[in-house]
């Protein structure tokens, strides 16, 4: 089984993002890759994710979001974690605000890996009582562990 802590950078976690909008926040969470070496080019992550974007919205609804995309800027599948405590438009599919993001990003040749990542995440994220756990923490070492917790079933 994919272990979320196996790809989750755990030095791009943010429990208190800055970011107002969609876009910023994508920009916030692929700089706290890029600043632990996980990516390479901040600037074509953030295309790719937007590209990805357009396509249709990753704001998947329950204060969620799961953004991500595949591209060469990055060397191995990666991820950072970041809450917003205001809440971010992300047009997301029930035009509630999101709180919970999740960016994932890996390598072109990834796709099985990627969707497995994407999958897993989807699944947590179902869960409301995991959901709430995350938003009421109140350290990046409380986010970690609350992953670590799930990641043992």
Same mark, same amino acid.
Request: net charge negative.
């Given at each position: 089984?994919?272990?979320?802590?196996?790809?989750?950078?755990?030095?791009?976690?943010? *429990?208190? #993002?800055? &970011? $107002?909008? !969609? @876009?910023?926040?994508?920009?916030?969470? *692929?700089? #706290?890759? &890029? $600043?632990? !070496? @996980?990516?390479?080019?901040?600037?074509?992550?953030?295309?790719?994710?937007?590209?990805?974007?357009?396509?249709?919205?990753?704001?998947?609804?329950?204060?969620?979001?799961?953004?991500?995309?595949?591209?060469?800027?990055?060397?191995?599948?990666?991820?950072?974690?970041?809450?917003?405590?205001?809440?971010?438009?992300?047009?997301?599919?029930?035009?509630?605000?999101?709180?919970?993001?999740?960016?994932?990003?890996?390598?072109?040749?990834?796709?099985?890996?990627?969707?497995?990542?994407?999958?897993?995440?989807?699944?947590?994220?179902?869960?409301?009582?995991?959901?709430?756990?995350?938003?009421?923490?109140?350290?990046?070492?409380?986010?970690?562990?609350?992953?670590?917790?799930?990641?043992?079933?």
């Amino acid at each position: 089984m994919l272990r979320i802590i196996d790809f989750l950078c755990k030095k791009a976690i943010n *429990i208190n #993002l800055e &970011a $107002k909008d !969609k @876009k910023h926040a994508i920009i916030e969470l *692929i700089e #706290l890759l &890029a $600043k632990e !070496k @996980k990516v390479k080019d901040v600037t074509k992550a953030y295309q790719c994710v937007m590209n990805r974007e357009k396509i249709g919205t990753t704001g998947v609804g329950q204060g969620i979001a799961i953004p991500h995309c595949r591209t060469d800027a990055v060397d191995e599948l990666t991820s950072a974690f970041g809450i917003s405590r205001q809440g971010i438009d992300f047009e997301s599919l029930d035009g509630e605000p999101v709180h919970l993001i999740f960016l994932i990003v890996s390598p072109p040749d990834s796709g099985g890996q990627h969707l497995r990542a994407l999958a897993r995440i989807s699944h947590l994220f179902k869960d409301k009582f995991f959901r709430q756990s995350l938003l009421d923490a109140n350290s990046v070492e409380e986010v970690i562990r609350i992953f670590e917790q799930e990641d043992m079933y």
